[in-house]
């Protein structure tokens, strides 16, 4: 999430790779998604020297849950693989220190074999552009049948056809399987959140889930305006679960995990319930534009200092 220190920590992890020579993941299925109590099993969360670089578990048939191991890199960020009949949809590729493309790989064959499938077309696109969520993009620049979003609002926009950023909410369909893109600038410039007509899921990306809500003094406006966006659109939605990007919290109420820890013992679930929007939509509004930490049940509010936004249009070459 905080991306000061990836330098750093990617010459410590390169050389963590190094000496453990473990690069298998394992697929599990979640719990029974008809009951979804616990919604998953435990995730890696850096405590077991010999746990896996990605764990996955499987929401559903056609829904993939990956996690990046804290021991590759602090972040711990999630993956998640969605499938439709005419294409898979990957969000996010990782805060690097480790490959991830090999994990994909398996994960849409072992889709297309239960599904009786030879290939699927694969699109790459991202919660937002910190680099903890895209360091993975140069593994699959050349993957057959495969597109890689790029990582200025425009470029999003241009590719979910988004005339009118950030105010449009468009629908973006994997196959009979339709998402709602939703525009939420503000954590990041190029942020976006995806609703699942099919799960009912809201992918919240780092603007709303157990961890810190990190927003420059700068970006107040443009954050709770993204939050009254998807909270007016999600409203009559039944959204399921929110399911972010990180989790930075215990299990104890409003308490954070401290920042940059190398295991997370007692951490959080993924999964926060859909009133933790209209909650935070509410704390939002009470702060108006002065910002100030804020800890509530399954989220914190982190103002961050003023900081310059990334541009909505690439460079000109
Ligand atoms: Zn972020
Ligand atoms: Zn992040």
Redesign the pocket.
Known sequence: ???MMHSVLRSATVTLILMNPILATSVADATDPETHSPLFKSWINGVSASEPQMQVQRYDNDTYVIRQSIRTNFEGPFLYVLFGNDRALLIDTGAGGLNVRPTIDRVIDEWAARHHRMFIPLIVAH????G??HQGDVEFQDRPHTIVVGLYPKEVADFFKISDWPNQIVSYDLGGRVLDIIPTPG??SA?IMMFDHKTRLLFS???LGPYRL?ISMNEAKTYRDSIDRVAAFTRDKQVSWIFG??IEMTTKPGELIPDEASSHPDEHVLEISYSNLPELQTALHAMGDNLVQDAHHDFVIFPEPAREQQPFAPPAK
């Open positions: 999430m905080n991306t919660s937002h552009s910190h903890d969520h954590h990041q942020h990306g780092d603007s990190y990007a990180h």
